[in-house]
């Protein structure tokens, strides 16, 4: 289901809410956004479809365009536009009234039906075609932040981001550049050595320290010797 319900009337702010639709739709993907003349199909109840989307999503924006609050069908309880906000309002989803264009003035309550005096309340973000890229970016910034579900697939990645996947390595892996914070690390059917980091690592293996250590593992068929200090004069020779 849509997260994102976009509200709008036809010859008063369509061709913003089309612009709205379209990078919303390119920043959290096409499924996300609703727009009743993009996503309702032909043949389907459109009655149905808008009140069910409506109630279903996790924020409405409403676009208003200059002759939005004088609109006579406005005061009419049967208007669609009207009726999505106020279905919003009674579901508690939270709704963004964004100003089309400059000329577009802030909601006062006085020129509102009294069941949408409260959006003059409301924040509202100004969208400004000519310039639309500051006013796009605040209003899909503003739902990231209302809808978690929504996830921008246009924010790059921070540079020092590292992804690793290392599958059937023969031979030598080398992870570079700087790790920060904890590494898991699981190797199965490991035959040789192995070592991550600075430091020493013993990996299911004998270790001394200090000099003169010796360990022999298996059978040792012939002799030992040791040289320590530049001598190799064994204790008879001296």
């Known amino acids: 289901m849509p997260e994102v319900f976009v509200n709008y009337r036809t010859g008063d702010g369509d061709k913003t809410a089309a612009v709205i639709d379209r990078e919303l739709s390119h920043r959290f993907g096409e499924e996300k956004i609703f727009r009743a003349s993009k996503s309702i199909r032909p043949g389907s109840p459109y009655p149905e479809e808008l009140l069910d989307n409506v109630r279903n999503s996790s924020a409405l924006v409403a676009v208003i365009g200059p002759g939005w609050t004088s609109a006579p069908e ?3 309880e049967n208007d669609w536009v009207r009726r999505e906000i106020v279905e919003a309002l009674a ?7 964004v100003l089309d264009g400059r000329r577009t003035e802030r909601l006062r309550s006085s020129e509102l039906p009294p069941e949408l005096a409260r959006l003059a309340d409301y924040q509202s973000v100004r969208l400004d075609l000519q310039d639309a890229e500051s006013g796009l970016t605040r209003i899909a910034k503003t739902l990231a932040e209302l809808v978690p579900m929504l996830l921008d ?8 981001t590292v992804h690793n996947q290392m599958r059937d390595v023969y031979g030598t892996g080398v992870q570079s550049r700087d790790i920060h914070g904890d590494v898991g690390t699981v190797v199965k059917g490991n035959q040789g050595s192995f070592h991550m980091g600075k430091g020493n690592q013993y990996n299911n293996s004998q270790h001394f320290s200090g000099p003169g250590a010796t360990y022999v593992q298996g059978n040792n068929e012939g002799g030992i010797r040791h040289t320590f200090g530049g001598s190799d004069k064994s204790e008879d020779d001296r």
Not at 153 to 160: I, L, N, Q, V
């Open 74 to 76: 406005l005061h009419d």
């Open 91 to 97: 579901y508690g989803i939270p709704v963004i009234p």
């Open 153 to 160: 697939r246009t924010t790059a990645e921070r540079p020092d």
